[in-house]
């Protein structure tokens, strides 16, 4: 893997950002320049990738993010343009290239655009970095545009089949209630008892973690919210995962939660 000259790769990228509006062009220097600093021996092809991960080209984070650097306001600019090159890169079976349609989701700031192509795209992630990436970029212009279709969008992924649309819908809401957690709250609690019941460890994990979120935003509802919990779910459908979300709780929503669980049976006892 050659060392990066910052210097050229800022040229590069400005010649690079000259192609925006020629996706194909664009897609082949972009590839060109990933071979060329990329170690073979260190790239996640398809017969070495985890389950459910995509070929990857294990560049330097620096590359990327100069690239981004000097795309992602031209795509701003021409986001039109960037749409297309979006559609483009998304088609490309690597990590880097799909990633980077999705930051040029974000930066073309069109939520029914970006609305659109999550339906599809969520759909073709097996990979949890990307659908962490759609989450958080790609989903950026519905989130902070248009809060009521991204509420609903959240509701109709949680009803899917496909875990890899109920996996987007808890990293969305993780991301809203990073970002805004008083307007994303009230849905959260509307959804929490559902991760209970949730089978996929990566939506327990991210569920567990929108419970984390609310201890830290909204301790008081939260007591109540644990409170109006009925006893079947802190008993018997919810005990693990209320077992599994206490390490990540302030002390006083803690004890709240033990208190609402049978101490004998989750193996968690009051200190002193």
Same mark, same amino acid.
């Given at each position: 893997? @050659?060392?990066? $000259?910052?210097?050229?790769?800022?040229? %590069?990228?400005?010649?690079?950002?000259?192609?925006?509006?020629?996706?194909?062009?664009?897609?082949?220097?972009? !590839?060109?320049?990933?071979?060329?600093?990329?170690? =073979?021996?260190?790239?996640?092809?398809?017969?070495? &990738?985890?389950?459910?991960?995509? @070929?990857?080209?294990?560049?330097?984070?620096?590359?990327?993010?100069?690239?981004?650097?000097?795309?992602?306001?031209?795509?701003?600019?021409? +986001?039109? /343009?960037?749409?297309?090159?979006?559609?483009?890169?998304?088609?490309? +079976?690597?990590?880097?290239? !799909?990633?980077?349609? /999705?930051?040029?989701?974000? &930066?073309?700031?069109?939520?029914?655009?970006?609305?659109?192509?999550?339906?599809?795209? *969520?759909?073709?992630?097996?990979?949890?970095?990307?659908?962490?990436?759609?989450?958080?970029?790609?989903?950026?212009?519905?989130?902070?545009?248009? @809060?009521?279709?991204?509420?609903?969008?959240?509701?109709? %992924?949680?009803?899917?089949?496909?875990? /890899?649309?109920?996996?987007?819908?808890?990293?969305?809401?993780?991301?809203?209630? $990073?970002?805004?957690?008083?307007?994303?709250?009230?849905?959260?609690?509307?959804?929490?008892?559902?991760?209970?019941?949730?089978?996929?460890?990566?939506?327990?994990?991210?569920?567990? &973690?929108?419970?984390?979120?609310?201890?830290?935003?909204?301790?008081?509802?939260?007591?109540?919210?644990?409170?109006?919990?009925?006893?079947? $779910?802190?008993?018997?459908?919810?005990?693990?995962?209320? =077992?599994?979300?206490?390490?990540?709780? +302030?002390?006083?929503? =803690?004890?709240?939660?033990?208190?609402?669980?049978?101490? $004998?049976?989750?193996? *968690?006892?009051?200190?002193?």
């Amino acid at each position: 893997m @050659p060392s990066i $000259d910052l210097d050229a790769l800022r040229r %590069w990228s400005q010649t690079l950002g000259d192609q925006i509006a020629e996706p194909q062009a664009f897609a082949a220097a972009l !590839k060109g320049q990933f071979e060329s600093h990329s170690n =073979r021996l260190l790239r996640r092809g398809r017969s070495l &990738a985890r389950h459910g991960a995509l @070929p990857s080209w294990n560049i330097p984070a620096a590359m990327l993010n100069e690239i981004e650097a000097v795309i992602l306001p031209r795509a701003a600019r021409q +986001p039109e /343009a960037a749409l297309r090159l979006a559609d483009h890169l998304w088609a490309i +079976p690597w990590l880097e290239e !799909k990633s980077l349609a /999705a930051r040029l989701l974000e &930066a073309a700031a069109r939520p029914e655009a970006s609305h659109m192509r999550l339906a599809r795209w *969520v759909l073709q992630t097996p990979d949890r970095s990307l659908l962490e990436i759609l989450a958080r970029h790609a989903a950026r212009p519905v989130r902070r545009e248009s @809060p009521d279709l991204f509420r609903q969008e959240i509701l109709t %992924w949680l009803g899917e089949r496909s875990p /890899a649309g109920r996996r987007f819908a808890w990293l969305a809401l993780r991301e809203w209630m $990073d970002e805004t957690p008083s307007s994303a709250a009230l849905l959260a609690f509307e959804v929490l008892a559902r991760g209970m019941r949730e089978d996929d460890p990566e939506c327990v994990r991210s569920s567990q &973690a929108v419970f984390a979120q609310l201890a830290a935003s909204q301790p008081a509802e939260l007591l109540r919210w644990l409170d109006d919990l009925p006893d079947r $779910d802190t008993l018997f459908i919810g005990r693990r995962w209320l =077992r599994g979300a206490l390490p990540s709780l +302030p002390p006083e929503i =803690r004890d709240a939660v033990r208190a609402r669980m049978a101490p $004998d049976e989750v193996g *968690v006892h009051r200190e002193g």
